[in-house]
């Protein structure tokens, strides 16, 4: 069976003071669109954890020091054609120097019998 991808969902950890700068980015830039409605998000509070090396600038923490940050992990659906263009929005805005940003591709219901 062969599927076609038209959209994906993106998922990216975000600093809790930014979610809402980074939603606005991305859904203006055209993500977040189900059927007659957009801005569908859905965002989550996490850990988030990780080690800045010494060619690292972190914007949080502190350089080879484990750090445990309260996160949102913030969700979207977006159609493939305009991913590049949502990435580009939110890594300007993103304050990480390496935003965790994750793709996953969606199959449509109309594939299955």
Do not use: W
Request: proline share 5%; aromatic share 8%; charged share 30%.
């Amino acid at each position: 069976m062969t599927f076609n991808i038209d959209k994906v969902k993106i998922i990216v950890m975000v600093p809790i003071n930014n979610v809402e700068e980074i939603r606005k980015v991305a859904c203006e830039a055209g993500a977040g669109i189900i059927g007659n409605y957009s801005y569908c998000t859905t965002s989550m509070k996490v850990i988030g954890t990780f080690m800045p090396n010494d060619k690292s600038n972190p914007f949080i923490g502190e350089k080879n020091k484990l750090e445990y940050v309260e996160e949102e992990k913030l969700e979207f659906i977006c159609e493939v054609t305009k991913v590049k263009k949502v990435l580009q929005k939110i890594r300007e805005v993103h304050p990480y120097e390496e935003p965790e940003i994750d793709m996953i591709p969606l199959i449509d219901e109309s594939n299955f019998c």
